[in-house]
C-alpha cells in the first residue's frame, strides 16, 4: 500500500528503530550516526513510494580498493572508510594496490567476485582490463563505484567527487589571474591513466587559451604521483626554462616540485591539489599559493550511502563534490584530506 506520509512507527519498524530514533531523525536532532541515519531516511522513503526495501540478514559486506603509497590525502580517505567502519554501517575492507598498475587492480577486483562481498568502490585507472573486470562484477550482481577517478563506458554505478574538468579550469582561472603580463607556465601530470588528470590538465589548457592567451605552456611533466619523479621532472624543466613562472599539478608527489623549486630558487606561482599536512606547509611556508581541495572524509560518506541505497534497492542522486579554493589566508578551519 503507498502511503502519502509514513507513520513513525511504520518508519521504525521498517528501519529496525526505536521511534525515538526516528523522531531524532526526522527533525534532525544530533546523536545519531550516519549509518542509523541513512536507515531511517531510506525506510521513509520506501514507504512513502510503496516501493520494497531490501534489509540484509548481515551487514553489507564493502570492498574497497585505493592505490599504495598515493600519498596524505589517499591514507586519510582510507582512514574515513575505516572510520564508517566503526560505525557499524557496513563490514567495510579497504585494501591498498600497487598504484598505476591496471593488471593489479583488475585482478583485485575480479577476485571479489568469489568472495562474500556485496559491493566494491575504488579509485580506477582508465584501461581495458579494470572494464572487463567491472562487467565480470556487474554479471554477479555485485555494483561497482568508483572514487575521485572514473571510467567512461563502463558498468559502474557512478563516481564519487569533485568536477575536474571545472577544477582545472578554476586553477587556470587563478593563473591567468596572478599573471598581468606574458609568462610561461608548466603542467605536472600524474598518470593519464587516471581520469582526474587528463581532465583537470585539459580544462586548465583551455581556460588559458580561451582567456589568458598572453600565458603560454612550455612544459608537461609526467611525474607518475612520485616525490623523486616529480623532483627529477620539475628539475629538468627549470634547466630548461629558469624564466618559468607558474607550475600547476594536478596530482600527487608536491614535495618533489617544492624541492626542485627551491633548488632552484624559482619564486613561481605553484597550485595544486588536495589540502594535506604536507600542503598546509607549503602554503604557510609560501612554497606554494593555491590548494584545490576536496573533501576525502565527504567522498568516504557519500560512497557508502551511494552503494548501500543501491543494494537496498533505492535511488540516491550522487552529488558532485564542491572544489574549495585554499590559500594561506584562509587555511584555519579547513579540514585535511
Known amino acids: 500500500m503507498r502511503h502519502s506520509r509514513a507513520r513513525i512507527v511504520d518508519i521504525a519498524r521498517q528501519a529496525r528503530v526505536g521511534t525515538a530514533t526516528v523522531d531524532r531523525v526526522l527533525n534532525d536532532r544530533p546523536h545519531v550516526s550516519p549509518a542509523t541515519r541513512h536507515r531511517v531516511l531510506s525506510a521513509k522513503s520506501a514507504l512513502e513510494r510503496g516501493t520494497a526495501q531490501v534489509l540484509p540478514t548481515r551487514r553489507w559486506k564493502l570492498q574497497v580498493f585505493l592505490p599504495a603509497e598515493a600519498g596524505p590525502s589517499t591514507e586519510f580517505l582510507a582512514q574515513c572508510f575505516k572510520a564508517i567502519d566503526a560505525r557499524g554501517l557496513a563490514d567495510i575492507e579497504c585494501e591498498a594496490i600497487k598504484k598505476i598498475e591496471p593488471d593489479a587492480l583488475a585482478t583485485k577486483l575480479n577476485a571479489c567476485a568469489g568472495r562474500r562481498v556485496d559491493a566494491v568502490a575504488f579509485q580506477s585507472l582508465d584501461d581495458p582490463r579494470v572494464r572487463n573486470a567491472v562487467a565480470n562484477l556487474t554479471r554477479v550482481n555485485i555494483p561497482c563505484l568508483t572514487l575521485l577517478s572514473g571510467l567512461e563506458n563502463s ?48 580544462g586548465f589548457r583551455s581556460i588559458l587559451r580561451r582567456e589568458f592567451p598572453h600565458l603560454s605552456i612550455v612544459g608537461i611533466c609526467h611525474g607518475y604521483d612520485d616525490i623523486d619523479s616529480n623532483f627529477r621532472a620539475v628539475d629538468e624543466l627549470l634547466k630548461r626554462n629558469p624564466d618559468l613562472s607558474g607550475i600547476y599539478s594536478v596530482g600527487g608527489g608536491n614535495e618533489g616540485i617544492v624541492g626542485a623549486l627551491q633548488k632552484h630558487g624559482s619564486d613561481v606561482i605553484f597550485i595544486a591539489h588536495n589540502l594535506t599536512y604536507k600542503t598546509q606547509g607549503y602554503l604557510l611556508s609560501g612554497s606554494m599559493d593555491i590548494v ?46
Do not use: C, W
Open 292 to 337: 584545490l581541495h576536496q573533501n576525502m572524509r565527504k567522498v568516504a560518506e557519500q560512497a557508502v550511502d551511494t552503494l548501500i541505497a543501491n543494494l537496498q534497492k533505492q535511488s540516491l542522486a550522487i552529488e558532485t563534490l564542491p572544489t574549495e579554493i585554499i590559500t594561506r589566508e584562509n587555511i584555519l578551519g579547513a579540514e585535511f584530506g
Open 155 to 202: 558498468g559502474v554505478i557512478g563516481r564519487i567527487g569533485i568536477d575536474n574538468r571545472a577544477a582545472g579550469r578554476t586553477a587556470g582561472f587563478m593563473m591567468g589571474r596572478l599573471h598581468a603580463l606574458p609568462g610561461r607556465v608548466a603542467v605536472v601530470t600524474g598518470s593519464l591513466l587516471y581520469s582526474i588528470h587528463e581532465d583537470r590538465e585539459v
